[in-house]
């Protein structure tokens, strides 16, 4: 997939930008990916200073994250998920398969959706996968992400 491929809503590459920082060392070798959460985090800062709007900055992020098939397939699964923009990972439709696909009883109202944190710089997002799970910091300004 090329940067020209999907005519993709810039909120959600921002968004998808934000949301796959913290699954890079699972999608990626470990040197690639530092070099990409650093790129990304530059980026982020450097568009979310500019303007949010910037169609250039947009462009650049869509372009780190087509530079890679399984970061490809990252973006394309939050870019599906409009208006939520989440990572795949906690979307119903991933969530369905974690629970092997089966039905859940009468009265379980089944997954529950993970709580969403940010940095307030805008350049990371973090889903909480449980409420016994620390909230993290921010990796990139070292601040407590806040819930939103």
Known sequence: MGPDDHPADPDGIR???RAIRPYLPRLLDPATA???DRALADQLTTADQLTTADPTATDRLQTLLAGNDDT???LTAVLTDTPHFRPPYHQPR????QTGGRATPA?????IAA????CPHGDYTWYRPDVGTPIEDCPTHHIPLVHG
């Open 15 to 17: 968004e998808a930008a």
């Open 107 to 111: 009265g379980d109202p089944g997954p």
């Open 34 to 36: 530092t070099r990409l």
């Open 94 to 97: 991933y969530l369905h398969r």
């Open 72 to 74: 490809a397939w990252f």
């Open 115 to 118: 709580a969403r944190y940010t």
